[in-house]
């Protein structure tokens, strides 16, 4: 072939997934998160909501295509055990709410690595599978932003931007909704179901259980099951 030939056209190459992907993952000071979980947790509350954080964290960290996991919180002693597996703790801006939070971590996340997609991802996923996550990563589209529910279905555990894009949260009661209406994507995967379990109450803890538990929830977990 010389070079005035004119190649056959094939079938395009699709583009090779991203591997720079920031995460970020907004975490309220342990002696105010999982107030729903006090029923059934009681004493195990906080600690509860710290094995969350810690066993989302490990997962995230160990996701093929991810390079870096902030975490954005104010709570100094759950910073520095996130910060000892990895991540990049930020502090919080004080009573802006965990959707202003999760914009100043987007803003850390650029300064960072300014070309990198960014997602926003729950800190209380602790069945989180790493597989899983990065399969949904995969499927963000390469120039917009995507999101994927809940398990129950209202709410979104993972918001997506693509470089260049603002993530634009609207996390909180009824984000799929918001997000949807905010012109961001719904990814419609089977199989993902570890990203998709957040844990608000004991009967959610009970379906993470089954689909398996990070170590950090899994121990404490065993040692609130004993008599
Ligand atoms: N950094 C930061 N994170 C927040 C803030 N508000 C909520 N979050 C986090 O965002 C996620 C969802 O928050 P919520 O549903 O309000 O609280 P929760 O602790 O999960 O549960 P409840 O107390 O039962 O509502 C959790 O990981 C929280 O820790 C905030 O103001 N700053
Ligand atoms: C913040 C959200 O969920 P939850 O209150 O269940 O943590 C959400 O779904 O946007």
Redesign the pocket.
């Known amino acids: 072939m010389t070079q005035d030939t004119v190649r056959p056209s094939g079938p395009v190459a699709p583009a090779a997934p991203a591997t720079d992907w920031s995460l970020v993952l ?3 000071p342990l002696a ?6 006090a029923p059934y947790a009681g004493p195990h509350r906080a600690g509860l ?1 710290l094995s969350f954080a810690l066993d989302t964290v490990t997962a995230a960290l160990a996701t093929p295509g991810v390079a870096r996991v902030l975490v ?3 709570d100094a002693a759950a910073g520095a055990r996130l910060a000892a597996l990895g991540a990049v703790v930020v502090a ?1 801006e004080p009573g ?3 959707n202003r ?1 999760l914009s100043h971590g987007a803003s850390a996340a650029l300064a960072l690595a300014p070309r990198a997609p960014l997602a926003a991802l ?3 996923l602790p069945a989180l599978r790493p597989a899983e996550l990065a399969r949904v990563l995969r499927a963000v589209p390469p120039d917009g932003r995507a999101f994927l529910p809940d398990s129950p279905g209202l709410g979104t555990t993972l918001l997506a931007s693509a470089p260049g894009r603002p993530l634009s949260p609207a ?1 909180g009661d009824g984000s799929r909704a918001r997000h949807a209406a905010g012109g961001a994507l719904e990814l419609r995967l089977a199989g993902v179901e570890s990203v998709r379990r957040d844990v ?1 109450t004991g009967t959610d803890l009970g379906e993470a259980a089954a689909l398996g538990l990070g170590p950090y929830t899994s121990a404490l977990f065993a040692r609130m099951s004993r008599p």
């Open positions: 907004p975490l309220k105010l998160a999982k107030s729903r979980l909501a954005v919180t104010r919080d802006g709410g965990l939070a729950s800190a209380d996390f608000d």
